[in-house]
């Protein structure tokens, strides 16, 4: 049986998901990258906001996945309450798996009208703290070059 796997901020996906042995519902904000990524590699869209509740039962998502997150869902980790809500779909073997691109130096998070909004002084802290606060346990691995 396949694992369902959410993959949060999906975008236009990555070479990665052709070789994932899972159901993978890709959940974003943005139609066009759900279209893409259906017609591309057959995964199951879900247009949705990560500060709203997620449209799963309870303990019914094996994994979830962010790679490179952007600035919403980098948000919605540290100042909504999604923490609770993976915690709340995810099985009780389940995890949660997040890449970021840097998460070294001050991150600026801006409105729309590029009015900053939120600025993150540890990127990686900020969003483990926000997970151990929702009742998580964290394993962090950082590479470098």
Known sequence: MERKILDLGIGFGGTYIKHSASQRIGLDIR??????????????PLRADAKMTLPFR???????????????????????????????ILKPEGSVQLVFDSCKGARTIKNRKNRPVLTIANLHNDIENAAINAGFSTHSLLLSR
């Open 31 to 44: 139609p066009f990258d759900l279209e893409m990524c259906q017609r591309d590699y057959g995964i199951l």
């Open 58 to 88: 309870e303990s019914s998502i094996e994994g979830v996945d962010g790679f490179f997150p952007h600035d919403s869902l980098v948000l919605a980790l540290i100042q909504y309450d999604l923490w609770s809500e993976l915690k709340r």
